[in-house]
């Protein structure tokens, strides 16, 4: 069977017009969920922030994102060419497909384009978007106008709903319904019609609830709220009285299927209405036969539509929040599982043309269309639920890789009022470009959102108040009234450097849980008032600092960055290069792969920095005549982000073996396990390490007998140093 086209490759035969397929993607999740078993809480006036209470579930908790005030660097950098395009695109271009469906006057406005066309089959999705950037950016810096514009545009939607109720052509069966086209692609649906005769009205649906509940939890608009529980009441209309059977044939269709986080949104909505329907209605999108397996850990994602499901799972563990239901929580645990590493590319991504591949399959799918954007949006968003209810430092490390090399490199640094200017795929073959703009499409979306939300996984804090986990070491400010902390973070983070945490207000016991680092193998040192602190860290995990803290106290964290490589899960002589947490890529227009050798430059210490050299710049290298430079730079330079690993002959230093560099059943030749084994104190343990070697070679065939003594006499020969 040939592979479903790409939405990129239609919407370019389209030239323009609605002709690629969407991408499932959900949009910040409120603050708090209600508690399993208890009704949540009514609605605050407009004005205030409202959220719910967070449910029994999670041991941790975030902070609401208007606590956490970003300090100066890259992250701001993007997150403030993103805040220009908020402020400046015009509101009623966002509602002019609404308005149109709704037959209200466009007051002349034009769609956005791209996927948000007059005659789109997604149109309305990017309106949703536009809401929660706006709900983000209005939370962040709590500008008046932004917060207009918010309230006007929440407002025209209300107009549009009323409208459709009222004299909508064809009336929709509910009067909670709103969208930007007729009821029609959700009747058919019904009836099992396929993509791209429809495309995927939950997805659109989702949007833009989604869209308006941050607009209600994020700024206080108690309207917004309003629409939001009358569209609920109308999904619940649709789908509460189907079969089970239909609904799954439905969310097994491919595109037409896709309902991005309607179960996520649905529950939120419960959570603030208190309303079972909503509930209920949550319930209607298991997608059984995929949650069933991932419950039972079974790995069946080979060949589905990446992003359409991973929204799925985000939504299961709220669910699981109100239903204490186990297989929801399991689903979602284990799915995580199956992407994060399995189908991991070393930026974070994951997907080749928007497809799941075989688990491991890395090597064997590098091109010009992997690692979707939304993708990578989703997969944080389930990383960072995931913690709320399990600590595990694993989603941490895993939220800062795709945060620091997929989101932060996914905005041009170039600014823009009329594009989001953000990518779609993000290729990972040897020699590819980003492409950037993406007005209308669903990475254009959440591209909007990923930018105006950098702080919300900064800081977490356990359940009780008694602990604050540092997660991310981006400069920031913390503002934690209930506690009576202010904490200022100090950081040029991504770039190396020492961290420092000063309390600038507050005082009382605290637990202080410093996330080490699975990458910071060089060490990790913590001073509190300039005196260092004794315990161990462990990279992978956290470090807890228990003490009565006062105003004036620093921490102060070192952490080096290491020259270091991964290895691609099916053919480990494909390989990235970091620079601590930082995707370092060679940049090159060749399009094959670049190969490197690194081995003949080691000295005992073992280190790559021993082959790579600086280039001059920050976080810059050479080797081989090519630059190495930081991913997160958002340019138009065509990039290698893996490169061939090529080490044929044993050689230390200036001494060849002549003998072949054999490899193992698993990939890895002589010289990558014994490089494994560095730093060798002395060249006498690196001599003997080497016999060792070499007689395990030669007794699993790899080595002859004459091989392995010219191997242990060339490194008896080598004068390697320190």
Not at 139 to 148: F, G, H, K, N, S
Not at 575 to 598: I, M, N
Not at 625 to 644: Q, V
Request: net charge neutral.
């Amino acid at each position: 069977m040939s592979r479903p086209p790409t939405r990129r490759r239609l919407l370019r035969l389209a030239a323009g017009t609605a002709a690629a397929a969407p991408l499932a993607h959900a949009a910040t999740t409120p603050a708090h969920a209600a508690p399993t078993g208890t009704a949540p809480t009514a609605a605050p006036v407009q004005g205030a922030a409202p959220s719910a209470p967070a449910p029994p579930t999670w041991s941790v908790r975030p902070f609401a994102l208007d606590q956490v005030t970003l300090g100066e660097g890259e992250f701001r950098h993007k997150r403030d060419l993103m805040l220009d395009y908020a402020r400046t695109y015009p509101a009623d271009r966002i509602l002019a497909v609404f308005r149109a469906n709704a037959g209200l006057d466009t007051r002349g406005a034009r769609p956005p384009g791209g996927w948000e066309t007059s005659d789109g089959n997604l149109r309305g999705h990017y309106g949703g978007h536009f809401l929660t950037l706006i709900a983000q950016a209005y939370a962040d810096t709590r500008e008046a106008a932004l917060r207009t514009k918010l309230d006007h545009l929440v407002g025209a939607l209300g107009e549009c709903q009323a409208a459709l109720a009222e004299h909508g052509s064809p009336k929709p069966s509910h009067p909670g319904y709103l969208a930007a086209y007729p009821e029609t692609q959700f009747i058919l649906l019904e009836s099992y019609t396929t993509y791209p005769t429809i495309w995927a009205p939950y997805y659109t649906c989702h949007k833009i609830m989604r869209g308006l509940l941050d607009a209600h939890t994020l700024a206080g608009n108690a309207q917004a709220l309003e629409i939001a529980s009358k569209m609920g009441d109308w999904v619940h209309s649709r789908l509460g009285h189907l079969p089970k059977a239909q609904l799954e044939r439905m969310w097994s269709i491919y595109i037409a299927g896709e309902y991005g986080g309607m179960n996520e949104v649905m529950a939120d909505l419960y959570a603030l209405t208190g309303r079972e329907e909503h509930l209920a209605a949550a319930r209607c999108f298991d997608n059984t036969a995929l949650l069933n397996a991932c419950a039972e850990d079974r790995d069946i994602l080979n060949g589905r539509h990446a992003n359409q499901h991973i929204p799925q799972f985000t939504g299961y563990l709220r669910l699981f929040d109100h239903t204490g239901e186990p297989t929801y929580a399991a689903a979602a645990r284990n799915f995580w599982g199956m992407v994060a590493g399995p189908r991991m590319y070393s930026l974070g991504g994951t997907g080749q043309g928007e497809m799941f591949r075989a688990r491991g399959a890395i090597a064997a799918t590098l091109d010009d269309k992997n690692a979707e954007t939304c993708a990578t949006y989703n997969m944080l968003k389930l990383s960072r639920q995931l913690f709320f209810r399990e600590p595990d430092p694993a989603y941490m490390d895993y939220y800062e890789r795709g945060l620091t090399n997929h989101i932060l490199a996914s905005r041009r640094d170039a600014p823009s009022t009329n594009s989001p200017e953000v990518t779609y795929f993000v290729g990972m073959g040897p020699g590819v470009v980003r492409e950037y703009g993406n007005t209308g499409t669903c990475c254009g979306g959440t591209g909007m959102e990923n930018h105006t939300k950098y702080q919300d996984s900064v800081y977490f804090r356990s359940a009780d108040g008694s602990a604050l986990y540092v997660n991310l070491y981006l400069a920031s400010t913390l503002r934690w009234p209930q506690r009576g902390f202010v904490i200022e973070q100090a950081s040029d983070y991504p770039a190396e450097g020492v961290r420092t945490l000063t309390f600038r207000e507050g005082s009382g016991r605290l637990d202080l849980r410093l996330r080490v680092p699975s990458w910071a193998t060089g060490g990790f040192t913590v001073t509190v008032n300039g005196v260092r602190e004794r315990a161990e860290a462990e990279p992978g995990s956290y470090l807890t600092l228990s003490r009565r803290w006062r105003r004036g106290d620093r921490v102060r964290i070192s952490a080096p960055y290491r020259l270091r490589i991964e290895r691609a899960l099916d053919d480990p002589a494909v390989q990235s290069v970091f620079h601590g947490p930082v995707l370092l890529v060679a940049q090159s227009p060749e399009q094959g792969f670049r190969t490197f050798s690194f081995y003949k430059d080691f000295t005992l210490r073992g280190e790559l920095s021993d082959a790579l050299r600086p280039e001059g710049r920050p976080m810059h290298f050479t080797t081989h005549g090519l630059t190495l430079a930081p991913f997160f730079i958002g340019n138009d330079t065509r990039y290698h982000a893996y490169f061939r690993r090529a080490e044929p002959v044993v050689v230390f230093g200036a001494v060849d073996s002549g003998v072949p560099n054999r490899a193992r059943g698993d990939g890895l030749t002589f010289l990558d396990v014994l490089w494994e084994q560095a730093p060798f104190p002395t060249p006498g343990r690196f001599v003997r390490a080497v016999r060792v070697l070499a007689d395990s070679w030669l007794a699993e065939g790899l080595f002859t007998g004459e091989e392995r003594d010219r191997v242990v006499a060339a490194a008896v020969r080598a004068d390697l140093r320190h």
